[in-house]
T-cell receptor, first 112, second 111 residues
Framework: QKEVEQNSGPLSVPEGAIASLNCTYSDRGSQSFFWYRQYSGKSPELIMSIYSNGDKEDGRFTAQLNKASQYVSLLIRDSQPSDSATYLCAVKDDNAGNMLTFGGGTRLMVKP | GAGVSQSPRYKVAKRGQDVALRCDPI?????LFWYQQALGQGPEFLTY????????KSGLPSDRFFAERPEGSVSTLKIQRTQQEDSAVYLC?????????FGPGTRLLVL
């Protein structure tokens, strides 16, 4: 069974700090990796996607992928209170259907 | 443009009642997915359509769950004889290429 693991948190960081969110996955066939943000009572919203090893930066967000270690992370620079949400890691094995397999999410709290 | 819409947003059902949940995907999106999200958990895959064809229903938890997308656009997820363990948020997502866009979800409470 494919598994995606995240620390449930809460991860508490002060405003302006870097928040580091981590995710490991079990399926070596996974090829596409996504980070979604979910505010309480709302639907998941795509933050970043990454497909190859290394870093991908978009504004304050950086996704990092290491397929050998089966590890993907999301860094949020200059964290803001509005970043407080649950961050969901999702993976897709393109050879095993188009569905996303999600982790349980990490709750991030950014304190002013 | 309009995003994915779902209705109803909230549904309270008595145990044993049948329910139908509707999803209107983004216009032109070929792929449509249903996920179930229990409180405090990540979404779990239920089923996947490409146009009107249901290509994967491996995530449906029992034969009480049934989904259809007869004209390749609107989809309905039906749950027969609801049980308390069916209480969850049901999320619909549509996609074009890689990105899946989620609707607001239907929060189902079975009493």
């Amino acid at each position: 069974q494919k598994e995606v693991e995240q620390n449930s948190g809460p991860l508490s960081v002060p405003e302006g700090a870097i928040a580091s969110l981590n995710c490991t996955y079990s399926d070596r066939g996974s090829q596409s990796f996504f980070w979604y943000r979910q505010y309480s009572g709302k639907s998941p919203e795509l933050i970043m996607s990454i497909y190859s090893n290394g870093d991908k930066e978009d504004g304050r967000f950086t996704a990092q992928l290491n397929k050998a270690s089966q590890y993907v992370s999301l860094l949020i620079r200059d964290s803001q209170p509005s970043d407080s949400a649950t961050y969901l890691c999702a993976v897709k094995d393109d050879n095993a259907g188009n569905m996303l397999t999600f982790g349980g999410g990490t709750r991030l709290m950014v304190k002013p | 443009g309009a995003g994915v819409s779902q209705s109803p947003r909230y549904k309270v059902a008595k145990r044993g009642q049948d329910v139908a949940l509707r999803c209107d995907p983004i216009s032109g999106h070929v792929s449509l997915f249903w996920y179930q999200q229990a409180l405090g958990q990540g979404p779990e895959f239920l089923t996947y359509f490409q146009n009107e064809a249901q290509l994967d229903k491996s995530g449906l938890p029992s034969d009480r769950f049934f989904a259809e997308r007869p004209e390749g656009s609107v989809s309905t997820l039906k749950i027969q004889r609801t049980q308390q363990e069916d209480s969850a948020v049901y999320l619909c997502a549509s996609s074009w290429q890689e990105t899946q866009y989620f609707g607001p979800g239907t929060r189902l409470l079975v009493l």
